[in-house]
């Protein structure tokens, strides 16, 4: 399908809107971006093991740090090895088609424990996955979601987002941006979170207590850490190191000239800098509509 907006997006010709669910993806000359082709890839060659782990996000909700805690508490904090290659070939993105990687085939060869990262609903991964392998989802409050998710299609030559921010936030709104539905990405794992096989977590208490979700991570993956380990843990991952890090700031990502960098802020509240009241009251009414009644955590301050 093409939207009424699509000419916002430089590299972005045309999205798949999918049957049933309230999702976008796309496909260009650049990669799949879990589109029905890479999605099928996957279905029909993907074999998953009992010692996968699976860090699972709506995009821009702290992915890349919550998947370097849990890369280091399921190697006993071995930064010297995180040191040793970047984050994004110790975690492999699978629905990421770069055209350069055959990620299903390095999948294959890997030794264990495998990390693995996604981004779409549960729905539509395998059922495997979700009914038995070891998924860790992180949510982020939507406010600040949408201005991550912002800077970064600005910045990411993959996407190449030629609007504006109020541009973006009714995009956004309207589930018209990669990857589709927050709300609906959010609460699929949510309905999962009893699952003895899914640790639900935010980006708010990783931020409130980094060390507390470090044991949390810990405990759901069987790992035994000292308190000398979680400390390294905990001082690996800070914003700052990571940031400064070439393993883990996505040095080698194809940038949009003069859009500033992966790794931008990694602050909560960052919406009050960007929204005008007006857009503040409107996703407040989206925020209630869609989470009333379910008990899902916002942390939104």
Known sequence: MVLDEQSLWATIPTYFQHNELPVLTFSNEQGGLGDPDTLATIEANFEPRPSDVHIVTYPKAGTSWIQEVVWLVNHDADVEASNAAPSSQRTIYIELDSRKVDKLALLHSA???????????????????????????????????VISWYHFQRMNKLYSFKGDFNQFF???????????????????YWALRHQPNILFLTYEDMHADLPKVVRQVAEFLGKELSDIQIEAIV?????????????????????VPGEGEFMRKGQVGDWVNYFTEEQNQRMEQWIAEHSHGTGVPLHIN
């Open 170 to 188: 009714e995009l956004f709104l309207q589930n018209k941006v990669a990857y589709g539905s927050y709300w609906h990405n959010v609460l699929s």
């Open 111 to 145: 030794e264990g424990p495998r990390h693995i990262k996604w981004h779409h609903a549960a729905e539509l991964l395998p059922p495997q996955v979700i009914n038995d392998g070891r998924i860790i989802y992180l949510m982020r409050n939507p406010k600040d979601t």
């Open 235 to 255: 001082s690996h991952s800070s914003f700052g190191q990571m940031r400064s890090n070439p393993m883990t700031n996505a040095a080698a990502m194809r940038k």
